[in-house]
C-alpha cells in the first residue's frame, strides 16, 4: 500500500480509503481461506462442492477486487482528494496575500534601532531608493545629511525641502532645549544654540552645493518643525524617530521605513505637500543655474544675516568635513 518514506501515510483521505480496503481484503481472504479449509475436511459431495466454490470465489473476488482497488487509486485520489487540495491551496493563497496587504498598509517594511553609529544596511537601503526616485522630499532641522546623500548620487532630481526657519527664536531654543534634555546636565544650553545655528548654516550651504544634482530645489522654512526626520521617496517613506524616548541616549534614532502605498506613506507625503504650498511659511528655491552671490543673498533671506565671501568658505570647509566623516562612517563611498 502507498506509504511515504517513513512509512507513514500523507494523507488522512488515503488513510481512510486504504485502511478501508485492507480490512475488506483480510475478511475476503479469512472467508476463503476458512470455506478452502473446512472443504478440505468434508466427504465427496454437493456439499463439500458448494462449500469449496464459495471459498474459491472469494479468493478470486478478494483478488480481482485488490487488483481493481490498485488500478482505480490513482484515478480516485485526482478525482476527490486533488481538488479538495487545490482548493485548500487557493483559499490559503488568498488569505496569505490578504495578510501581506494588511501588512504592507500600517506595517513598516524595515525597523532600524537606534544606534549610536550610522548603520551601512540603513544607508545602503536608503541610497538605493533614492537612486529609484524621480523626487526627493525631505523635512528635518537643517538638511546636511540630504546634502551629503544628494552628492554621492549622480541622477537629477526635484527636491523639496522643509527645514527650520533660522530667524525664529522659538525654533532654535525649542530643539535646543530637547537636545539639553537629550544630553544631560553637564550640557551647556548656549553652546547648543551656537551648534544648532552653525548646522543650519552648513546645511543651507551643503544643499547649494547639491544643486547641481537636482533639477531644482524648493526650500520651505517653517517654526519650529517636528522632532522626527521624514525622507520620502517614489517608493518609501523613512521616518526618523528623534521624539522616540528609547533613543534619547544615542546618536541616531530609531527609524521606520514604510513602502508606497501605505496608510502611512500617503499621509505623510499629503502633509509635507501641504506644508510646501502653505502660505503661513517661507519659500525659496536653488537651481544649478543659482550663482554665488544669488546664493549670499539668499542666505541673507533666509537667515537674517549677511553672508561674507570668508564665511561662507568657512560654512563650506565646515560641511565638507561634515560629508567626509558621515560618508566614511556610513560606507557611502568616495
Avoid at 488500478?71 to 491551496?89: D, F, G, Y
Avoid at 531608493?129 to 549622480?154: M, T
Avoid at 522654512?221 to 518609501?236: G, K, M, T
Avoid at 513602502?259 to 544649478?288: D, K, W
Wanted: hydrophobic residues 40%.
Amino acid at each position: 500500500m502507498p506509504a511515504d518514506a517513513r512509512g507513514i501515510r500523507t494523507n488522512p483521505l488515503q488513510e481512510i480509503f486504504w485502511t478501508r480496503t485492507s480490512l475488506l481484503l483480510a475478511v475476503l481472504i479469512v472467508v476463503s481461506g476458512t470455506c478452502l479449509f473446512l472443504a478440505g475436511g468434508m466427504d465427496p459431495g454437493n456439499g463439500k462442492n458448494f462449500v469449496q466454490a464459495i471459498g474459491t470465489g472469494t479468493m478470486i473476488s478478494a483478488v480481482v477486487g485488490f487488483g481493481q482497488t490498485l488500478i482505480t487509486a490513482a484515478a480516485s485520489q485526482r478525482a476527490l482528494v486533488a481538488p479538495v487540495i487545490e482548493e485548500s491551496k487557493k483559499a490559503l493563497h488568498e488569505l496569505s496575500a490578504e495578510y501581506r496587504s494588511l501588512n504592507s498598509e500600517f506595517f513598516p517594511t524595515h525597523v532600524f534601532e537606534a544606534t549610536s553609529e550610522p548603520d551601512p544596511k540603513f544607508n545602503e537601503l536608503m541610497m538605493a531608493d533614492l537612486a529609484r526616485s524621480r523626487q526627493y522630499l525631505f523635512r528635518g532641522f537643517a538638511g546636511r545629511h540630504a546634502a551629503a546623500r544628494l552628492l554621492h548620487s549622480h541622477a537629477e532630481w526635484e527636491m523639496r525641502a522643509v527645514l527650520a526657519d533660522p530667524r525664529e527664536a522659538t525654533t532654535i531654543s525649542g530643539r535646543a532645549r530637547y537636545l539639553l534634555r537629550k544630553e544631560g546636565a553637564e550640557a551647556d544650553y548656549d553652546d547648543i544654540q551656537q551648534r544648532l545655528h552653525d548646522e543650519v548654516r552648513v546645511g543651507l550651504v551643503g544643499l547649494y552645493h547639491a544643486r547641481s544634482r537636482c533639477t531644482r530645489i524648493d526650500l520651505t522654512v517653517v517654526d519650529d518643525p517636528p522632532l522626527d526626520r521624514l525622507e520620502i521617496f517614489d517608493d518609501s517613506v523613512w521616518i526618523t524617530l528623534y521624539s522616540d524616548a528609547r533613543s534619547a541616549t544615542t546618536l541616531y534614532p530609531r527609524t521606520l521605513r514604510f513602502s508606497e502605498g501605505s496608510f502611512i506613506y500617503n499621509m505623510q507625503r499629503a502633509e509635507l505637500l501641504r506644508t510646501c504650498v502653505s502660505r503661513a511659511a517661507r519659500h525659496f528655491q536653488i537651481t544649478p543655474e543659482t550663482t554665488r552671490q544669488d546664493f549670499l543673498g539668499l542666505f541673507t533671506k533666509i537667515t537674517g544675516e549677511p553672508l561674507s565671501e570668508e564665511q561662507f568658505h568657512e560654512l563650506e570647509g565646515k560641511f565638507r568635513a561634515f560629508r567626509k566623516e558621515f560618508s566614511t562612517a556610513a560606507e557611502l563611498g568616495s
